[in-house]
């Protein structure tokens, strides 16, 4: 694909598609390490970010994605609201006012999303957060030089799916799964996973 302003909120489309299709496994997830609001909060989160791209489509990637973050900060709430908006603002500032982005776009605005992330809420990997998911989609696409969008984000789709899953292992180090202590290990983390989604559905739209 080309990778437009109107491919950037189409990607957010099939994110929202998708995170409406995981709603209840996301809740399920967090019910079982957190407080059980994970698949609501990014559903209600992602269901507005479709009204924002409804009302106007900015012109711009990197537009797109900030008004997705604005929106997000304001309506997710909990820890994955700031996080989620953090990234997709970072995102948006690292990708200027191109309007095109290519493979190497996609790297730096992966790269500053992680980066915001980990600016914000201070885990590391191996802390049980979609910082697990995150470091290796960005690792993933930094490492597939010369593929094309489509190429590199399937890259990192597959890490990220990996990434969360190793995160069943775990011991919660961050976030409210953290006040579980040793018997947050055996599941799989709910942000992370719905960063695989996301990352998934970005790589889906740009096929
Ligand atoms: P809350 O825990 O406030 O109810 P959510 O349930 O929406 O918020 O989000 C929980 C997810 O947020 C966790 O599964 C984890 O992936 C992520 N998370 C929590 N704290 C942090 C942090 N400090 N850094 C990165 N991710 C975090
Ligand atoms: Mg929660
Ligand atoms: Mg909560």
């Given at each position: 694909m080309g990778c437009s302003a109107t491919d950037i909120a189409e990607a957010l489309r099939s994110a929202a598609a998708v995170i409406d299709e995981h709603r209840d496994e996301l809740v399920e997830l967090d019910r079982e390490i957190g407080d059980g609001d994970h698949g609501e909060n990014m559903k209600r989160g992602f269901t507005a970010v479709l009204s924002t791209l409804d009302t106007a489509v900015p012109d711009t990637p990197g537009a797109v994605l900030k008004v997705a973050a604005t929106t997000l900060i304001s309506k997710v709430g909990g820890a994955a609201g700031p996080l989620y908006g953090t990234a997709f603002l970072r995102a948006a500032t690292a990708l200027g006012d191109r309007s095109e982005l290519d493979a190497a776009?996609?790297?730096?605005?992966?790269?500053?999303?992680?980066?915001?992330?980990?600016?914000?809420?201070?885990?590391?990997?191996?802390?049980?957060?979609?910082?697990?998911?995150l470091v290796p989609a960005v690792a993933a696409v930094e490492a597939a030089k010369g593929g094309s969008v489509a190429e590199v984000l399937a890259a990192a789709a597959d890490a990220a799916d990996?990434?969360?899953?190793?995160?069943?292992?775990?011991?919660?180090?961050?976030?409210?799964?953290?006040?579980?202590?040793?018997?947050?290990?055996?599941?799989?983390?709910?942000?992370?996973?719905?960063?695989?989604?996301?990352?998934?559905?970005?790589?889906?739209?740009?096929?």
């Open positions: 776009d996609v790297a730096t605005a992966l790269r500053a999303a992680l980066e915001g992330v980990q600016a914000r809420g201070k885990a590391e990997q191996g802390d049980k957060t979609m910082v697990d998911a990996e990434g969360a899953r190793s995160t069943v292992d775990l011991v919660a180090r961050k976030g409210r799964a953290s006040y579980l202590g040793e018997r947050s290990a055996g599941h799989l983390d709910p942000g992370a996973r719905s960063t695989a989604l996301l990352v998934r559905s970005f790589a889906e739209a740009a096929k």
